[in-house]
T-cell receptor
């Protein structure tokens, strides 16, 4: 079974400062990991995905995440926050059992990012 | 289309009434997924389809919930005899494949309010 834990329910930063959103996962097999962002009253937009090709993954809008198997972590970072980054962020793992993917996504609890001017 | 289209955006029903939600996946995507988001941030998987066939229904409540994906029609999620606890945002997502890290593309959701 898979599970995802987002370590912070709220993160507050000033515009122009770095962003760190933390995520730990649990998976019996090599996981497929994603970060999605949800703006108010909108659906989920894919920020980036881990494909096992590289441990450091670059996404849209300057975000990146590093897969660390030894720490079972997939933290999301951005060097400099922008006001438009204020949203809720979800760390997500795709279900697989016995090495077979079933596609079902398991979501973390979400982290609300607030960006102050 | 290039986006997952969900209709309606908002749906209000009295307790005990039927609710039906629709989803048009991205053209060329074989897989459709339904998720329920309650309490603003908790997502629950309901059901997935591979074309018109049910692929995984392990998240579907045994009673009152049903879903279909028929050829040349939007997919649908229907709730019979709605209860207050069904109030949530229902998201549909589609993907080309479930192999590897193929992402799911989400619609904007249908907000269901049961009064």
């Amino acid at each position: 079974a898979q599970s995802v834990t987002q370590l912070d329910s709220h993160v507050s930063v000033s515009e122009g400062t770095p962003v760190l959103l933390r995520c730990n996962y649990s998976s019996s097999y090599s996981p497929s990991l994603f970060w999605y962002v949800q703006h108010p009253n909108k659906g989920l937009q894919l920020l980036l995905k881990y494909t096992s090709a590289a441990t450091l993954v670059k996404g849209i809008n300057g975000f990146e995440a590093e897969f660390k198997k030894s720490e079972t972590s997939f933290h999301l970072t951005k060097p400099s926050a922008h006001m438009s980054d204020a949203a809720e962020y979800f760390c997500v793992v795709s279900a697989s059992f016995g090495g077979t993917s079933y596609g079902k996504l398991t979501f973390g609890q979400g982290t609300i990012l607030t960006v102050h001017p | 289309g290039e986006e997952v289209a969900q209709t309606p955006k908002h749906l209000v029903r009295g307790e005990g009434q039927k609710a039906k939600l629709y989803c048009a996946p991205i053209k060329g995507h074989s897989y459709v997924f339904w998720y329920q988001q309650v309490l603003k941030n908790e997502f629950k998987f309901l059901i997935s389809f591979q074309n018109e066939n049910v692929f995984d229904e392990t998240g579907m409540p045994k009673e009152r919930f049903s879903a279909k994906c028929l050829p040349n029609s939007p997919c649908s999620l229907e709730i019979q005899a709605t209860k207050l606890e069904d109030s949530a945002v229902y998201f549909c997502a589609s993907s080309q494949s479930i192999v590897g890290a193929r992402p799911q593309h989400f619609g904007d959701g249908t907000r269901l309010s049961i009064l």
